[in-house]
């Protein structure tokens, strides 16, 4: 069975990014485990979880144990940090006032040099809750972005310190801006909650990590197009069955009008073209469903 986990911290709507992380390990895993990373309390947002969970249930995104929240274990970091200090002589247990910091000095190797486990609080740090909760929970794989990449190794080794086999780690690409770097939250369409806001739902109905991504490149940025005159018949005729159906368009719904366009004669093709400037790309009917009425009569109407 494929163990995954879905572990956002809770400062708010999630990224369009974390969503396709989301997307990717429900398509993926057999049981998935929603996890909250809210051990950096600076960083909380209040509500922060409830928005979280609007997000996941907007986006048809369920899971199977959960929400787990790391604040709640922490007597378990604890007695983690304790095991490795007593089992490695790399890890230093450094006390002050009664404070305690576990420190990684040298386990195996460079790899973990110098990494903090346990803050002087007491409170364990991502590196620590997130390896613990992924031993305890028995996940086998991760699956997360590409910006996670650098922790790999990290976390395979420390899962190796605790005496576990770890999980299988899955990288995917970044949901980046038009400047190439990655997506600010304050970007507009860049949460979940303004995509859902603006009545556009871009991962829904994705059956797998690429096509999602597709998805939202295709709805969010869009290639310019400029259609040959034959075009104009199948986009007249997109436009008079759009116009005449409701402003948001289950699955159901898209398909039929696909169906309808298609029975009398409408090139799909073309329609994909003018909508998105791109020949390929997820079903037409997801697309169909991701799209507002008013920005896909207006991208119709700019093709021709």
């Known amino acids: 069975m494929k163990r995954v986990r879905f572990a956002p911290s809770p400062t708010g709507s999630l990224h369009v990014g974390n969503a396709l992380s989301a997307v990717a390990n429900r398509a993926f895993g057999d049981w998935m485990l929603l996890r909250i990373d809210d051990t950096d309390p600076e960083r909380n947002v209040p509500g922060g979880e409830d928005a979280i969970l609007a997000d996941l249930a907007w986006l048809g995104v369920e ?5 787990v929240r790391q604040s ?10 304790r095991e490795l200090g007593d089992r490695f002589d790399g890890i230093t247990l450094l006390r002050e006032d009664g404070s305690a910091t576990y420190h990684l000095a040298s386990v195996v190797d460079d790899v973990v040099d110098g990494i903090t486990l346990l803050r002087e609080d007491g409170s364990a740090t991502y590196h620590l809750a997130s390896v613990v909760d992924d031993v305890d929970f028995g996940i086998t794989h991760v699956i997360r972005g590409n910006d996670h990449r650098p922790n790999e190794q990290l976390h395979r080794r420390l899962a190796q310190a605790l005496g576990a086999t770890p999980p299988e780690f899955i990288h995917h690409g970044l949901i980046l801006g038009e400047d190439g770097r990655k ?4 970007t507009p369409g860049a949460t979940v909650a303004s995509l859902r806001e603006q009545g556009v739902p871009v991962l829904r109905g994705a059956r797998d990590l690429n096509e999602a991504r597709d998805l939202a490149r295709q709805v969010l940025e869009p290639e310019p197009v400029q259609l040959p005159a034959e075009a104009r018949p199948t986009l007249e005729r997109f436009k008079e069955l759009r116009e005449g159906a409701s402003n948001g368009l289950d699955h159901d719904a898209a398909r039929e009008l696909v169906r309808e ?3 009398v004669g409408g090139d799909l093709k073309t329609l994909r073209l003018a909508l998105t400037g791109r020949d390929r790309g997820p079903e037409l009917a997801a697309l169909l469903e991701a799209l507002p009425k008013d920005e896909a009569l ?6 021709l």
């Open 183 to 186: 997506l600010s939250k304050r």
């Open 261 to 263: 366009l298609k029975a």
């Open 72 to 81: 709640e274990r922490s007597a378990r970091y604890t007695e983690a940090g």
């Open 63 to 67: 899971w199977d144990e959960g929400p």
């Open 298 to 303: 207006r991208r119709a109407d700019a093709a």
